[in-house]
Nanobody, 122 residues
Framework: QLQASGGGLVQAGGSLTLSCAIS????????IGWFRQAPGKERKGVSC????????VYAESVKGRFTISRDNAKNMMYLQMNNLKPEDAAVYYC?????????????????WGQGTQLTVSS
């Protein structure tokens, strides 16, 4: 089970950290990531972190602004978002794949959180 939280309303240029609590299986065996979906648009990969070495990948649109991290001891994943832009506004989902490899393809992810809304005002 995954549960995302931390969304809210932020001004452009501001920062926010999303959290994802993971339970029900061994945390450090799989790849976990963040996706986002804006109204009327498809769900897109934002970032992913691959266990166990913790390698990360980012969408080009968020590189240098977002940082993904995890805390294995707490079974938590985070997405630190800086310099937010109006185009970052979306529902953000955390997801986990049993395959262990990061991918932009949402269909390979096996478990999803419920989503948390990020609104960015200009």
């Amino acid at each position: 089970q995954l549960q995302a939280s931390g969304g809210g309303l932020v001004q452009a240029g501001g920062s926010l950290t999303l959290s994802c609590a993971i339970s029900g299986f061994t945390f450090d065996d799989y790849a976990i990531g963040w996706f986002r979906q804006a109204p009327g648009k498809e769900r897109k990969g934002v970032s992913c972190i691959k266990d166990p070495i913790g390698s990360t990948v980012y969408a080009e649109s968020v590189k240098g602004r977002f940082t993904i991290s995890r805390d294995n001891a707490k079974n938590m994943m985070y997405l630190q978002m800086n310099n937010l832009k109006p185009e970052d506004a979306a529902v953000y989902y955390c997801a986990q794949t049993l395959g262990g490899m990061c991918s932009k393809n949402a269909t390979i992810y096996d478990y999803w959180g419920q989503g948390t809304q990020l609104t960015v005002s200009s």
